[in-house]
Each structure stands twice: as structure tokens, then as C-alpha cells.
């Protein structure tokens, strides 16, 4: 403390700055030895954690919750609140930087790996959810809560490859390069209309081509499936052909 004020000294603030100034410094300071003290905690943690051990203690109260609504999981409520809970910890599992936590930055295919992995634990508790929307008797909802039990007993001894092998397969790519290549065909059909006029042999009909493949291009982009992306080129194709035989 006494070598802040000797530099705030030193370099002579105006009166009215020093009292802000020193109290954003100690703040900052403050914020960044609580940090580094919570980041040695969240190493020790990972150092000695187990692979399986954020999904044994997320599995452990989801089951316990499944437990306690077992008699009244038809509520709509209810219903809502478990489902949420598996969403929840889907999205958790999935965020998680455990094991990552020991990986070397060049490992790219043994990061690639653990988040493929976190992600197909997620994939399957959404699943779960999605079950749980649509179970109607209680045999549904018992053969959701059983599977829980399952995979928390995987956990509990970290039985890692039982507990991984009844996950289903995801994409490795992460969410943000999936979703790019989403975009791509739609953004290449649009790009393609919008320089129809710059292309040479194309000046006269580009207005009729442009607004032919813009409407197509923007379903795409929205990521309408087959069957609709068909029936727009099918009116479509009606209308050319009709514009075209007047």
C-alpha cells in the first residue's frame, strides 16, 4: 500500500483525480488476486478430479430430482423443470474445460477428442429431454429415470468407455464452424445472383435470374429442409415459365 501512494505521489495527479484513480487501482488489484487465487483453486480441483467426476455429481441430482417427481411428473410444471434441468446440465457438460485443463496447446486432435466427447454426453441428456416432452405413461418416464441410473453408475466407478458408448455420435466441429457451414450454400446462391449483372452475355436476362435464385437463396439461409427448398423452385419454375411464354 505504501509503495501505491509513493507512485501516486510520484507522479503528481491532480487532487480531484487521486481519490478515483487509487480506488479503481485497488479494485483492479483486488479482482486480480482474487482471480489468480480462484483459478489455483479450480487447477487443484482439476488436478486431482476424475474424468467423470462433473457428470457423477450433475447425474446425482438430476436423478435425485427424477426421484422426487416421480409421483407427479405429469405436471406441466414439473415436466418443464426436469426437462430444464437436463438441458441445463447438458449445456454444463458440455462447457466443461477439465480435461482440457491438462492438454498442451498443440494437442488439437486430443482437445478435438475430450470436446467431442463432452458433447456427446450433452447430446444425450438433451435426448433425454426431448424423451421426457414426449413420454405419456409412466413405463416412459421410469425407462428415462432408469437410464439416468445407468449412466450415474458408469460414473460413480468411472467406467468412461460404458459411459461414453451409449451416447450418440456428434459432429466434431464446434458450434460456431457448424453453423458457418450452414450458411455457405445459401451465401453462395445469393452471391451468385447479386453479380449476375457483371457477367458478360448475362445483362439481359440477369433481373430475371436474380430474383429467381434470391428467394431460394434466402431459404436456404434460413435452413428450411428439402421438401420446402422443392416446392418454393417448383412455384417458382411456374412463375419463369409462365413470364416466359407471354
Same mark, same amino acid.
Given at each position: 500500500?505504501? =509503495? =501505491?501512494?509513493? *507512485?501516486?505521489? %510520484? =507522479?503528481?495527479?491532480?487532487? +480531484?483525480?487521486?481519490?478515483?484513480?487509487?480506488?479503481?487501482?485497488?479494485?483492479?488489484?483486488?479482482?486480480?488476486?482474487?482471480?489468480?487465487?480462484? @483459478?489455483?483453486?479450480?487447477? /487443484?480441483? %482439476?488436478? /486431482?478430479?476424475?474424468?467423470? @467426476?462433473?457428470? #457423477?455429481?450433475?447425474?446425482?441430482?438430476?436423478?435425485?430430482?427424477?426421484?422426487?417427481?416421480?409421483? @407427479? *411428473?405429469? !405436471?406441466?410444471?414439473?415436466?418443464?423443470?426436469?426437462?430444464? %434441468?437436463?438441458? %441445463?446440465?447438458?449445456?454444463?457438460?458440455?462447457?466443461?474445460?477439465?480435461?482440457?485443463?491438462?492438454?498442451? *496447446? &498443440?494437442? $488439437?486432435?486430443? $482437445?478435438?477428442?475430450?470436446?467431442?466427447?463432452?458433447?456427446?454426453?450433452?447430446?444425450?441428456?438433451?435426448?433425454?429431454?426431448?424423451?421426457?416432452?414426449?413420454? &405419456?405413461?409412466?413405463?416412459?418416464?421410469?425407462?428415462? $429415470?432408469?437410464?439416468?441410473?445407468?449412466?450415474?453408475?458408469?460414473?460413480?466407478?468411472?467406467? +468412461?468407455?460404458?459411459?461414453?458408448?451409449?451416447?450418440?455420435?456428434?459432429?466434431?466441429?464446434? /458450434? *460456431?464452424?457448424? #453453423?458457418?457451414?450452414?450458411?455457405?450454400?445459401?451465401?453462395?446462391?445469393?452471391?451468385?445472383?447479386?453479380?449476375?449483372?457483371?457477367?458478360?452475355?448475362?445483362?439481359?436476362?440477369?433481373?430475371?435470374?436474380?430474383?429467381?435464385?434470391?428467394?431460394?437463396?434466402?431459404?436456404?439461409?434460413? &435452413?428450411?429442409?428439402?421438401?420446402?427448398?422443392?416446392?418454393?423452385?417448383?412455384?417458382? !419454375?411456374?412463375?419463369? #415459365?409462365?413470364?416466359? &411464354?407471354?
Amino acid at each position: 500500500m505504501a =509503495i =501505491i501512494m509513493e *507512485w501516486f505521489r %510520484s =507522479i503528481k495527479l491532480p487532487n +480531484w483525480l487521486t481519490v478515483p484513480v487509487l480506488t479503481i487501482t485497488m479494485l483492479l488489484m483486488t479482482a486480480c488476486a482474487l482471480g489468480i487465487f480462484l @483459478d489455483k483453486r479450480s487447477e /487443484y480441483a %482439476s488436478r /486431482y478430479a476424475r474424468r467423470s @467426476d462433473l457428470v #457423477f455429481v450433475k447425474l446425482f441430482t438430476l436423478v435425485a430430482n427424477f426421484d422426487s417427481r416421480a409421483g @407427479d *411428473w405429469t !405436471d406441466r410444471t414439473i415436466t418443464k423443470r426436469l426437462r430444464y %434441468s437436463l438441458i %441445463s446440465t447438458a449445456s454444463e457438460v458440455e462447457m466443461s474445460r477439465m480435461r482440457l485443463t491438462r492438454t498442451l *496447446w &498443440g494437442e $488439437r486432435a486430443l $482437445r478435438r477428442k475430450i470436446r467431442t466427447e463432452n458433447k456427446r454426453i450433452g447430446a444425450a441428456l438433451r435426448a433425454h429431454a426431448d424423451a421426457l416432452a414426449l413420454a &405419456g405413461t409412466q413405463t416412459d418416464f421410469e425407462r428415462i $429415470r432408469d437410464s439416468l441410473y445407468g449412466a450415474l453408475e458408469c460414473a460413480a466407478v468411472d467406467d +468412461w468407455n460404458s459411459l461414453i458408448g451409449s451416447t450418440p455420435e456428434v459432429s466434431h466441429l464446434p /458450434y *460456431w464452424a457448424a #453453423f458457418l457451414l450452414r450458411l455457405i450454400p445459401g451465401l453462395t446462391v445469393a452471391g451468385v445472383a447479386l453479380s449476375l449483372p457483371l457477367m458478360p452475355g448475362l445483362a439481359d436476362s440477369a433481373h430475371q435470374i436474380r430474383n429467381y435464385l434470391l428467394p431460394i437463396a434466402a431459404i436456404m439461409l434460413i &435452413g428450411a429442409n428439402e421438401t420446402v427448398l422443392g416446392s418454393v423452385r417448383a412455384v417458382l !419454375d411456374k412463375v419463369a #415459365f409462365a413470364g416466359s &411464354g407471354k
